[in-house]
Each structure stands twice: as structure tokens, then as C-alpha cells.
């Protein structure tokens, strides 16, 4: 049987940002007073859904991602010594253009349904957002 995988090319020369997409990342906090657990539960299970649902993410939005830390594993890398953030998740938002995702967050639709549903578990006067232009040093697909 032979193997269906190919060796990764390794990286290219000179790493090109993507022209195709970009990403903005919002660096995310829960709640005072809200558990972990709480707060990716909900994160993950309802906001995502009702974020989903809105005619502009579905019109603009090429891909929605929410970055969890499990407790396991925040006790891991914290075993090993490395400094570890004080933020609960990450948001990635990833559009054609910083237009598309601007679009996004100015729809007032959008503002009505998904912002006052934030104040039910994150921390909004601490969250961070960082535009995020893509380099794909490497991209295995398996």
C-alpha cells in the first residue's frame, strides 16, 4: 500500500501575503465573574449561531473562527514555562477585503442582534482587534 501523501515543497523563497483574503483577529475576553467553561460554552454554542444567521456575515464573510484554550491545555503550555496571555479566545474573521469585514461590523442589523448578545459573556471594553494580512508559509491540507 503505498502512501496517497506527498512531502511538503518546504517554504517558498520569499513568502508572498495572500491578495485573495485577509483575516481581522479580535483577542477576546469573558465576562467578569463568568466561568472558562461558561464562557466558551456559550461562545461556541449560541453566539456562534446567531452571528452565523445574520445576512451580512453570510454576505461578506468567507470564514468565522472562534479560538478556544481548554483547561488541559493551558496546563500544559503553562508546565513547560512559556509565558501564557490573560485573553479567553480569539475571533478570526476572514473576508476578500478589510472593506467586507467593515461592512460587517457597521451593518446595523448586525449591531442590533450580535452586539447586545456580547454583553451576555465577553468583556467588549477589553477586546482587542488586530487586521491581519495572510502569509502561508506552509499549508498542508491533510
Not at 42 to 68: C, F, G, M, P, V
Not at 116 to 131: A, I, Q, S, Y
Request: aromatic share 10%.
Amino acid at each position: 500500500m503505498t502512501s496517497q501523501l506527498q512531502p511538503l515543497s518546504g517554504p517558498p523563497e520569499k513568502p508572498l501575503v495572500r491578495s485573495d483574503r485577509v483575516r481581522m483577529i479580535a483577542i477576546v475576553f469573558r465576562k467578569p465573574g463568568m466561568s472558562a467553561e461558561d464562557f466558551q460554552r456559550y461562545w461556541r454554542e449560541d453566539h456562534s449561531q446567531l452571528l452565523a444567521s445574520t445576512t451580512i456575515a453570510k454576505r461578506n464573510l468567507l470564514k468565522y473562527e472562534q479560538s478556544h484554550c481548554s483547561t488541559e491545555n493551558l496546563e500544559q503550555v503553562r508546565s513547560t514555562g512559556f509565558p501564557m496571555a490573560d485573553f479567553d479566545g480569539l475571533a478570526i474573521f476572514e473576508a476578500m477585503s478589510f472593506d467586507k469585514i467593515m461592512e460587517v461590523f457597521a451593518d446595523q442589523d448586525f449591531k442590533d442582534v450580535v452586539g447586545p448578545d456580547e454583553e451576555k459573556f465577553m468583556d467588549r471594553t477589553r477586546t482587542v482587534m488586530f487586521p491581519a494580512d495572510i502569509v502561508s508559509i506552509f499549508d498542508d491540507p491533510t
